[in-house]
């Protein structure tokens, strides 16, 4: 799961709070209405410099790949100069082969071999001096123009072998550059993702944050008064709980588990799960309350968040004078609204959690919790509120045990 960029009156976590038991402080005396346009205010500037600091960082990745790709061009062209190099080594190679083929040629011709000796007997033997003069002019000419060939195909060489490792040395500057830049495009695309994930993170916040804002304003909450005093105020009055379904049994319990759908060993059940033999069940409140939040599956930017959990609702309680939170996750169709006094009576959704809707789930169940105090506006996270529902409950005491009546 993403992080939370702040405790925000709505965190993250309302979707996830099955999956994990996060460490919270709690806000002794709660939240007021002004608390929550300084939240609204504070989201939307993280926003605004979030943005800011992704688009210079999307600058950045555009200017490094430009250098990632002019890099690439210098190494794929020193590449091709260093075969040229290695095609003209060969050829010059095979030239100081094919000048002594030829000097050897040319002796024959004049019949002499390259045997100093042979030259001598070469130049001796001539009939007189104008022969003589000739034959050593020859003997210079072949000697002079064999090492003059010889020299400037061995100098040729020498310079091609410097070319070729000058080339090498830079293809080795070149890919550790190529290196460098390729890591930082991984430092600055991992930046960018988690920018994301604070924007979404934000914005998913933020437009609670306002939901929750119109809903407080239009009960008549004032500035500064606490939202817990305010809700209270407005709460139907109830003797105690009773089960939220008809027919249904207790598949898992509160408390710490392995997460049947991530495996994870020691995670906090925030609630019990109700199964329902597989089918769509009408689900009542546990008590008379108001529908305080209804978080629907849609309510989330990000595609990986809209089908965990489906839609939730959460509905207050004052039970016998006292403050209560009763949540239900995994609904399938939702029949309230925020703000509608519900009854015992009151159908408020269908049971979900088919695997093929929600991806947080394995089987059609409700999760249901009940948390002391009335979350969100307490101020405190849910987790830090939860109390075992079986403790107010009339649920038997051992999981598997059907109930055929509420």
Request: with cysteine; glycine share 6%; net charge negative.
């Amino acid at each position: 799961m993403m992080k939370k960029v702040f405790n925000t009156l709505f965190a993250i976590t309302v979707l996830f709070v099955s999956l994990f038991y996060p460490v919270v402080e709690v806000e002794a005396q709660g939240k007021t209405l002004g608390d929550l346009y300084k939240e609204v205010e504070k989201l939307e500037k993280i926003i605004e410099q979030t943005k800011r600091e992704k688009q210079y960082t999307q600058q950045e990745l555009a200017r490094i790949n430009r250098e990632l790709n002019e890099t690439y061009e210098r190494i794929e062209k020193a590449n091709e100069d260093i075969t040229n190099a290695e095609n003209l080594i060969i050829g010059l190679e095979n030239k100081l082969v094919e000048v002594e083929i030829e000097l050897q040629d040319i002796l024959k011709q004049y019949q002499i071999s390259s045997n100093n000796l042979d030259y001598l007997e070469y130049v001796f033997g001539a009939q007189d001096y104008s022969e003589f003069i000739q034959r050593t002019a020859v003997i210079e000419t072949i000697l002079d123009y064999n090492q003059k060939v010889i020299n400037d195909t061995e100098n040729l060489l020498i310079e091609t072998n410097k070319q070729k490792e000058n080339l090498e040395k830079t293809i080795e500057y070149l890919e550790t550059q190529k290196t460098n830049l390729t890591r930082r495009m991984y430092d600055y695309r991992v930046k960018e993702e988690s920018l994301d994930e604070v924007i979404i993170d934000a914005a998913d916040e933020l437009a609670l944050t306002k939901i929750s804002l119109d809903y407080y304003r239009n009960l008549g909450c004032q500035l500064n008064e606490y939202l817990n005093d305010c809700i209270g105020k407005n709460i139907p009055f109830d003797t105690g709980f009773i089960k939220p379904i008809t027919v249904g049994y207790i598949t898992s319990s509160f408390g710490t588990r392995r997460h049947p759908v991530t495996g994870k060993p020691q995670s906090f059940h925030n609630a019990v799960d109700i199964g329902t033999n597989g089918d769509s069940a009408n689900i009542y409140p546990a008590a008379n309350g108001r529908v305080e939040l209804i978080v629907w599956n849609n309510a989330y930017s990000s595609s990986d968040k809209k089908t965990c959990g489906q839609n939730l609702i959460y509905i207050h309680h004052n039970i016998n004078g006292k403050a209560y939170t009763t949540f239900y996750y995994h609904v399938d169709q939702v029949f309230v609204q925020q703000g509608q006094v519900v009854s015992r009576d009151t159908v408020i959704g269908k049971v979900g959690g088919h695997p093929s809707k929600d991806r947080c789930s394995t089987g059609y169940h409700l999760h249901f919790g009940v948390a002391s105090g009335y979350y969100p506006t307490s101020g405190q996270t849910l987790n830090s509120m939860v109390i075992n529902p079986i403790s107010v409950v009339n649920f038997p005491k051992d999981n598997w045990v059907y109930w055929y009546s509420r």
